[in-house]
């Protein structure tokens, strides 16, 4: 039986949702949060949300790695490290987080980098644990180093968590010729997965590669995006190994792909996410004869560029100004693809989302003409986005930071999607809600006609956990599932509607 609270949030969720494209009034200050690190310069790199809708940032403070921890209203945590803020000194000299990632049980994973006296970097990954505190039994006293023979510099910029609690990470390290790729997978006490190791990307034999993002596919395949540069020519790179690491020949050449869309200078990759229908996008700055875009590609299963989307299987998108924006992506329930990105060459710079439809094309019910803009930052403070994420409760935050006047500080934003989360998008025979939402074991589908239909839950990641054929039941056990946010798929007769939940 649905009770009267669960029957609240519902009205609250739908009433809740403001015009899509528009900053979230209700988060920080008109929609922008903004840490108020101690010093000149702090910056937000990497984003990610906990089961509980808390928002963390990672990034830089002259001196640490940063991690800061967002109440779902955009106050800072005060039960995270000192009053939402971690600072953690790791070597003599900058430390940096460039990718972040949340546990089911509210362990915090960052990867980056820690410079010693010489500037030398040396890649990280470290684990937290829900107060802030690093975690003594992973690594050395909270810290894997990434040690590699005759690299004087390495990074890591992207990493995922698979189901199993096992690490993958990607980056680049300098070899002494050249910058290369790499894609590193770690157990869960931060110890070297050795039946995967770190594997070399070699995605250019003549020049330098810049590994940039990562995700998991729902079979366990790993998908990476970069930039490579070669003297043949260069662009945005897409690769995808197998889970025991081992590059899948089943796409593109030999596991590996590189794409020039611009047909100017060198394209950059800078995200990549992989639809519930397998197919792969990625975004990044297109080099064009006409300046810079922001560039989005999608790719068919094989590797193949999707002629369903855009113009040949991309879309360029023109801001307006000559734009130097590295833009990421994220992708809703529904399938909508946002991209995040500033007009670092406007005046002053703001931080954008952009809608696509499925096909490519600007959703126009999204901001003005499928493009949010950011208004909280008042004067001419500079705003710049670094990364993008669809949040549970429906919201878009995007992470980076504000140059104000006094000092440069870690930011993020929340834009609404107009999407109930919750409640399926539609009406009619097909429309549904989830009830209770938050869940602990049982979840109910609560809908006009329960026919018989195929109901999928996923991660956020797109990876399928349950699954059910044929199902009529209103009832659904989730008593398995760790904590965490997933998406709950109904197709039939009428189609395929989603919608999210959050489990407690």
């Not at 990610?48 to 990672?58: H, R, T």
């Not at 972040?100 to 030398?120: E, S, T």
């Not at 180093?145 to 199993?164: A, R």
């Not at 790729?181 to 250019?204: A, E, H, K």
């Amino acid at each position: 039986m649905r009770s009267c609270s669960a029957f609240a949030f519902l009205v609250a969720a739908a009433t809740s949702v403001g015009q899509p494209g528009t900053l979230d009034a209700s988060f920080g200050a008109n929609g922008l949060a903004i840490a108020a690190v101690t010093g000149n310069y702090s910056s937000g790199e990497a984003i990610a949300e906990q089961p509980d809708g808390k928002i963390v940032v990672g990034g830089a403070t002259p001196g640490y790695a940063l991690l800061a921890r967002f109440n779902a209203d955009g106050t800072l945590d005060s039960g995270f490290g000192n009053n939402g803020l971690v600072l953690t000194d790791v070597d003599a000299s900058n430390d940096f987080v460039g990718a972040v990632a949340v546990q089911p049980n509210g362990n915090i994973i960052a990867g980056g980098v820690r410079f010693n006296a010489l500037a030398d970097g040396r890649a990280i990954v470290m684990r937290h644990l829900p107060d802030g505190d690093l975690d003594a039994s992973f690594g050395t006293n909270g810290i894997r180093t990434i040690d590699f023979t005759g690299t004087t510099d390495s990074f890591i910029k992207g990493l995922v968590l698979q189901p199993d609690g096992r690490i993958v990470a990607c980056g680049e390290r300098y070899t002494g010729t050249a910058w290369e790729s790499f894609v590193l997978r770690l157990n869960s006490d931060g110890t070297t997965d050795s039946g995967f190791g770190i594997v070399q990307m070699d995605i250019s034999t003549d020049g330098d590669d810049n590994a940039t993002d990562i995700t998991l596919q729902n079979d366990g395949k790993i998908v990476v995006c970069g930039t490579s540069e070669s003297i043949t020519g260069g662009g945005m790179f897409i690769a995808r190994l197998n889970a025991n690491g081992t590059f899948d020949g089943t796409f593109g050449t030999g596991g590996k792909l590189v794409l020039d869309i611009g047909g100017g200078g060198t394209d950059a990759g800078n995200s990549v996410r992989v639809q519930d229908d397998g197919k792969v996008i990625v975004c990044g700055l297109l080099d064009t004869q006409d300046g810079y875009r922001i560039g989005v590609a999608r790719m068919l299963e094989n590797g193949t560029l999707d002629n369903t989307f855009g113009t040949n299987g991309s879309v360029a998108i023109n801001l307006g100004v000559d734009d130097w924006a590295l833009p990421t992506l994220a992708v809703q329930p529904d399938g909508k693809i946002l991209v995040g990105a500033d007009n670092n060459t406007g005046n002053p710079a703001r931080v954008k989302v952009i809608r696509l439809l499925s096909d490519g094309s600007l959703d126009a019910s999204f901001g003005i003409n499928g493009i949010g803009t950011s208004n909280a930052t008042s004067g001419n403070d500079f705003e710049y986005a670094v990364r993008t994420l669809f949040l549970s409760d429906g919201g878009i935050a995007v992470a980076g930071y504000v140059d104000t006047p006094n000092n440069v500080q870690v930011a993020a934003w929340k834009f609404q999607s107009g999407l109930n989360v919750g409640i399926s998008e539609g009406s009619g025979e097909g429309s549904f809600r989830i009830v209770p939402n938050p869940v602990h074991d049982e979840l109910w589908i609560d809908r006009v006609a329960m026919s018989t239909a195929n109901i999928t839950i996923r991660e956020l990641t797109g990876r399928e956990v349950l699954g059910w054929s044929n199902h009529s039941a209103r009832s659904i056990d989730v008593s398995a599932l760790p904590p965490g946010t997933y998406s709950l798929s109904i197709a039939g007769s009428i189609g395929q509607r989603s919608a999210r939940f959050i489990k407690r």
